[in-house]
């Protein structure tokens, strides 16, 4: 069974960049459609962006196109999100998830679900 760990969040300064890492483990990840979440304090999980099996990226987050790249290194198990010119208002936890479909050309969660997730890590952007 597949599992998931997030890591690389943490306190960040407005401006900042970060790194976060989904890490595969119990089957790999080559399969799979990964996709990063992130959910603000009192707001509704938002999808962001999805890398299919093939490396086609899916930006779901528009206000983050030239911001957050998603990339996948399939040899180490691990998708990642880069992330630069942090603002406040990307202070939320972040969750990856795994599906063996394809990603959908939008994040639809009425229409969509995900597979497997992680625990999420939590991102901090703050002076």
């Known amino acids: 069974q597949l599992q998931l760990v997030e890591s690389g969040g943490g306190l960040v300064q407005p401006g900042g960049s970060l790194r976060l890492s989904c890490a595969g483990s119990?089957?790999?990840?080559?399969?799979?459609?990964v996709a990063w979440f992130r959910q603000a304090p009192g707001k509704e999980r938002e999808g962001v962006s999805c890398?299919?099996?093939?490396?086609?990226?899916?930006i779901w987050a528009d206000s983050e196109k030239g911001r957050f790249t998603i990339s996948r290194d399939n040899a180490k198990n691990v998708v990642s999100l880069q992330m630069h010119n942090l603002k406040s208002e990307h202070t939320a936890t972040y969750y990856c998830?795994?599906?063996?479909?394809?990603?959908?050309?939008?994040?639809?969660?009425?229409?969509?679900?995900?597979?497997?997730w992680g625990k999420g890590t939590l991102v901090t952007v703050s002076s």
């Open positions: 998830a795994a599906d063996r479909r394809s990603c959908p050309h939008r994040w639809d969660p009425t229409l969509y679900s995900m597979e497997y």
């Open positions: 119990g089957s790999t990840l080559d399969y799979y459609a």
């Open positions: 890398i299919s099996s093939n490396g086609d990226i899916t």
